[in-house]
Structures are given as structure tokens and as C-alpha cells.
């Protein structure tokens, strides 16, 4: 019914999260439709991104210079990393704009399970940040996870180590906006446990 | 073919977008597997945390399909253990232990209660005797049971503080002492019972630790779950001296 190029299109659009075969179809008509408004500069814009985008050798951020652009603000405080589990946790948190610190991306959990163990992390690089002397404080942001805590155990074990370095985590409790009905049990113990005096 | 029954999560792992393939130890039917349909959505991810105790409702075609479970949580025993890196660590081990060691869609209810005990009583006093006793009864209930009851030697029933590597049988101190540097350690709570320090907990899963590997894992070329040698290590950490 339709060339090889365009089943080729469909077939490589399926595969992005969120699309489906039928899905796909649909963005690749749409997509040939409007080929000189959006098919011709996206297909730009995808091959610019592909050539232009490295992992940032400080941090693990994906950005298009290296050191990644948080990682060259002087405005933020080196002093703090957020180690966070991957690159979609980063720009999160820069979403929110509620840190001004440096980000540590480790690429994953601990996961003895799947085989997952330290040396296939980006702990190292965290270690040799640690220790440059710089750095005060350690945010573990891991997710409230089996896994995501498991390596926030390990990484303050190792942390600890090191002299003068603080390391906290983040709280785990009710969301802002959720009701307590909702909540379930997990975080409804979280959130007692991590009570303030008020 | 559906079934309702209450599991542990023992392991997930991402199938697709947003499903993921469960593995539960139910009381019913051990160790099980089932597709849980939007199981990395932020709503179901706390429920298929392991260690979890869920009520599950299993669906499928024909049995000897993979099917899709449905849960709810009974008891959040992840979120308890999540702040304390010991108690993560056991919960981690013992999931890891059991997922490895049974096989699938074959009823252990002796483990399963054994595995209700640990997770009941993590965060309590004493609570890692309990993983050694859960890793006796997993090596019982898999036909390589240890027998602690007299001196394989001399039928003495005293005295007992070693076991042979090569018969699983407690051996009086006595009768051990000329191989004394070839026999396993066996700590004193495993017999006559009392409580456990953390010493005689670390002695108790070398020596489960030795026969599993032996009988459970080296045949299927495995190593002992990572997870276990990780509690291990705090173990190790926090026994004094």
C-alpha cells in the first residue's frame, strides 16, 4: 500500500514511548502532510540534536556542549550535588526550579536482581567529585524504590568515607495536594515516620 | 482460569512501556509469575515493590499461560524497611534467595509461612535468626535439609557446634576436634535455641549460605544472589570487634 520509505517512517515511529503501529500511522501521514512546516525541520532538528549531543563528562547530564550547561553556571552552588538515578530525574528537578546545586546522574539503580552492581553505575565519578574538596553536601534523590533506596544505603555507606562531606536524602511523605483517603499505606508509614514537631 | 491468592512480591521487571512481568511467592501455588498491565505507572509502582504483601487475582487463557494479575496491597513491608539499610538489605536478600532457589508454580506453603514470619518480624529484635531459619527450611523443603539432631560421630546429642560439609550433619565438639579447621561452624541457637547476636546470625548463614550454593545454585552454574552477599557485608559491619 505505501513504499518502503514510509513503512520504514511508521516502523521507526512505532517505536517511540507512547506510540503504537496504529499511532505511528497516523503521526506519519500527519508528518507527510505537513512536510515542509514540520517533517522537513524536524528531521533537521532530530539529525543537528544527533550529531550535536553528548553525555556531559562531570555529571552524566545530556546536554550539546560538555561540561553540560548546569554543570558550567557559576551561579549554582558547587558545593551541593543531587545525585539523581537517571537523566529524566535531572530535568525534573530543573523543571521545578527548586535547586541551584550541581546534579550527579548515576544511570540507574542497584538491582541485584537484574545483575545491576556499582561498577555498572557512575559512582566512581561521584567519588572523585566528592573528594575534590569542593563539595559539602550530598543529596541523594533516588526514587522511594527497593531498588533506589538499596543504592542510596550503599552510596552514603561509601560516602561516608569521605571527611567533612554531608549526605542527606530526600523526604518521603504526602504530596503536595493529595489526600491522606488516597495515600497509600507505604506512604502513609513514610510520612508518619518523617513527622516534624511544628 | 483465574485464581484469587495472597503473594510476596519477590521480583518485577519493565515489559514494555508501562507493564511489568511480577513474580510472586504465593500460598498457594509458589512461586508465580503474571503480567501486571500498567504495573510503572506512579499509582501501581508502590504495590509491586518486593517484600509487598499483595492480594492478587490471576487471569489467564489456559494455565499454562503467563496471565495478568490484578492486586492490592495487604501489607507494605517495603516501605517499613526502606530507611533502614539493614532491614532493606534482608528484605532484598531473602527476596532474591527465594526467587532463585524455587521453582515455579510448585506450592511451598512451609516457605511461605516461613517468609510471612521474616517479613513480619523485620524491624523487631532477633529478626535475622529468622532468615537463617527460612534458609534451613528452604534447603528442608528442597530435599538437602541439614540434620542438627546428634553427632554424626557419636549420636551424642550435646555439644553439638559443627557440622560436616560433606554429610550436612551436626558433629559434637568432641568428635570435630581433630577436622576442626574442615567443618562448618554451627551456632548454638540452632539448636538448643534463645536468641541470636549478631556473630551467631553471620556463623548461621555461612553455614545455610554453603549447602545452598551447593545444592541449589552451583547446579544451574548461578551464584548466591548479590542481594545476600550485600547483607552479608552489614552484617559484617555491625558485628562487634
Not at chain 2, 19 to 35: C, D, K, N, P, S
Request: aromatic content about 6%; overall charge negative; hydrophobic content about 45%.
Amino acid at each position: 500500500m505505501t513504499g518502503p520509505e514510509i513503512d520504514r517512517l511508521i516502523q521507526l515511529l512505532a517505536k517511540l514511548p507512547g506510540l503504537g503501529p496504529r499511532s505511528a500511522r497516523r503521526a506519519a501521514l500527519h508528518l507527510l502532510k505537513k512536510r515542509e512546516a514540520l517533517m522537513t525541520p524536524l528531521a533537521q532538528a532530530i539529525g543537528r540534536a544527533a550529531e550535536a549531543i553528548r553525555t556531559c563528562s562531570v555529571c552524566g547530564n545530556l546536554d550539546t556542549t560538555d561540561p553540560c550547561a548546569v554543570c558550567a553556571d557559576t551561579r549554582r552552588d558547587a558545593a551541593l550535588i543531587c545525585v539523581v538515578e537517571d537523566v529524566a530525574d535531572l530535568w525534573a528537578l530543573e523543571r521545578g526550579r527548586v535547586f541551584a546545586g550541581g546534579y550527579h546522574v548515576l544511570g540507574g539503580t542497584l538491582s541485584a536482581l537484574d545483575g545491576v552492581g556499582p561498577e555498572d553505575l557512575n559512582i566512581a565519578g561521584l567519588m572523585r567529585r566528592a573528594r575534590n574538596g569542593v563539595v559539602r553536601e550530598v543529596i541523594l534523590a533516588t526514587n522511594a524504590t527497593v531498588d533506589g533506596q538499596t543504592t542510596a544505603h550503599y552510596l552514603a555507606d561509601r560516602l561516608a568515607e569521605i571527611e567533612g562531606i554531608k549526605v542527606s536524602r530526600l523526604a518521603h511523605g504526602v504530596p503536595v495536594g493529595g489526600e491522606l483517603d488516597y495515600l497509600d499505606e507505604g506512604t502513609l508509614a513514610a510520612a508518619l515516620k518523617a513527622r516534624r514537631a511544628m | 482460569m483465574d485464581w484469587i491468592d495472597d503473594g510476596f512480591v519477590l521480583h518485577t521487571r519493565e515489559h514494555g512501556e508501562n507493564a511489568i512481568v511480577a513474580t510472586l511467592l504465593t500460598r498457594e501455588r509458589g512461586r508465580h509469575a503474571g503480567l501486571v498491565h500498567g504495573g510503572m505507572s506512579s499509582r501501581q509502582r508502590p504495590t509491586w515493590q518486593p517484600g509487598n504483601l499483595v492480594r492478587v487475582e490471576w487471569r489467564a487463557r489456559l494455565v499454562e499461560h503467563l496471565g495478568t494479575f490484578k492486586g492490592e496491597v495487604l501489607a507494605a513491608h517495603a516501605a517499613r524497611a526502606l530507611d533502614d539499610p539493614l532491614e532493606l538489605g534482608g528484605l532484598s536478600a531473602a527476596c532474591a534467595l527465594i526467587d532463585g532457589a524455587l521453582p515455579e508454580r510448585e506450592p511451598h506453603p512451609a516457605i511461605y509461612d516461613g517468609f510471612v514470619a521474616l517479613m513480619t518480624a523485620i524491624g523487631h529484635e532477633g529478626w535475622p535468626s529468622i532468615l537463617v531459619r527460612l534458609e534451613l527450611g528452604l534447603l528442608q523443603e528442597l530435599g538437602f535439609g541439614l540434620d542438627l539432631e546428634k553427632c554424626a560421630a557419636t549420636g551424642v546429642t550435646e555439644g553439638l557446634i559443627y557440622v560436616s560439609p560433606k554429610t550436612a550433619r551436626a558433629v559434637s565438639a568432641e568428635a570435630g576436634a581433630p577436622y576442626a579447621d574442615r567443618l562448618l561452624k554451627l551456632p548454638p541457637f540452632l539448636v538448643v535455641g534463645g536468641a541470636a547476636g549478631i556473630e551467631d546470625v553471620l556463623l548461621g548463614l555461612e553455614l545455610t549460605g554453603y549447602f545452598i550454593e551447593r545444592h541449589v545454585f552451583w547446579p544451574h552454574n548461578r551464584p548466591l544472589p548479590p542481594a545476600r552477599e550485600r547483607f552479608l557485608d552489614l552484617l559484617r559491619r555491625q558485628a562487634p570487634g
